[in-house]
């Protein structure tokens, strides 16, 4: 089993759509969680870290469910900049090492 | 801040030669840097995680003797990839976490570096 798991997709959206991705992580010592986003070739860019509580940065919402191991991204009013690829990423307690999931494409269309 | 940048961004050498590949971080100083690989359509993958002035920690399945890392100060680690083969062929990016200019916890990754071994 994959240590952090996502839907592939892609999700292909029609501007001003909101747009749900889920992940799921298997181990249950991990500490931080984040969400980033990928470009095509190019490096991964830090989209928001995600709290126990949720927390939201403008049209974007994460959640987490510590309990069942789960991890959300919410878009809200999609816009055609934010097609891309989605990680989901989770921190270990130890040595500080990310591990990623492969990434949920969007593709967002007028 | 928090800058990190990586040399070179594309190479293409012939199979059997070493490609070193620099990763440094601009505005800070890093006592930790990550190396990962992406394969196409793939996840990132550690591959290795070297703290300055000693040796990198490879992750299992990455060989040490065919991915050597240097990370001789706060601002430079270095990748070589020895007798590249195709397979080798990839994209490299670093990460860099320090505790100068950042959080301690936060990695800044570097912009990539694409590489094809013919």
New interface residues.
């Given amino acids: 089993r994959k240590e ?1 798991e996502q839907d592939p997709g892609p999700f292909n959206v029609p501007e001003g759509a909101t747009v749900a991705f889920n992940c799921t992580y298997s181990n249950s010592a991990s500490q ?1 969680f984040f969400w980033y986003r990928q470009d095509c ?6 989209l928001m870290s995600v709290y126990s509580s949720g927390n939201e940065d403008g049209r974007f919402t994460a959640q987490l469910n510590r309990a069942s191991q789960y991890i959300s991204l919410l878009i809200r009013d999609s816009k055609l900049s934010d097609s891309a690829t989605y ?1 989901c990423v989770v ?1 270990d307690r130890y ?9 949920t494409i969007l593709r967002v269309k007028s | 801040g928090a800058v990190v940048s990586q040399h070179p961004s594309r190479v293409i050498c012939k199979s059997g030669t070493s490609v070193k590949i620099e990763c440094r971080s601009l505005d800070f100083q890093a006592t ?1 840097m ?1 190396w990962y690989r992406q394969f196409p ?6 591959m290795a ?1 070297s703290n300055e002035g000693s040796k990198a ?1 490879y992750e299992q399945g990455v060989e040490k003797d065919k991915f050597l890392i240097n990370h001789a100060s706060l601002t430079l680690s270095t990748l070589t990839v020895t007798s590249a083969h195709p397979e080798d062929s990839s ?1 490299y ?1 670093c ?1 860099a ?1 320090g505790t100068s200019g950042g959080d301690t ?3 800044y ?4 570096t ?1 590489l094809t071994v013919l």
């Fill in positions: 952090v931080s070739r190019k490096e991964p860019k830090l990680l921190n040595g500080n090492k990310l591990v990623f999931g492969a990434g | 930790t990550f359509k793939q996840s990132l993958m550690l995680t920690t994209f990016i990460s976490s916890d936060t990695q990754f570097g912009p990539g694409r």
